[in-house]
């Protein structure tokens, strides 16, 4: 189980595991993750409001592959970060 995050800046260690966490998840797809691998990742965030996470998703690019909608990994570890850091985006996270 992940740690609870209760920082307004999350550490280096803190921020690598959340990485980890998203870029080695067992996806289907390699390029992406489908709504139903995003949401399991979020369940190990409980301090992250999905309204907000949503909210800010709604800004990223998507891909579709094989008829399902994929998430770059990058965009869903960056909006956790966010979340967590009860902040917007930085230009160096946006696509």
Do not use: W
């Not at 691998?37 to 909210?55: A, G, H, Q």
Request: charged share 30%; hydrophobic share 25%.
């Amino acid at each position: 189980m992940v740690e609870t995050f209760n920082m307004a800046k999350l550490t280096t260690t803190q921020k690598h595991e959340i990485y980890e966490t998203v870029h080695n998840y067992p996806s289907k797809h390699g390029e992406g993750l489908t709504p139903k691998e995003e949401r399991s990742i979020l369940k190990n965030y409980p301090e992250v409001d999905t309204y907000e996470y949503f909210k800010k998703m709604g800004i990223h690019t998507v891909l579709e592959k094989g008829g399902e909608i994929l998430t770059l990994h990058n965009d869903i570890y960056n909006t956790i970060i966010q979340c967590l850091e009860k902040r917007d985006s930085d230009l160096h996270e946006l696509d």
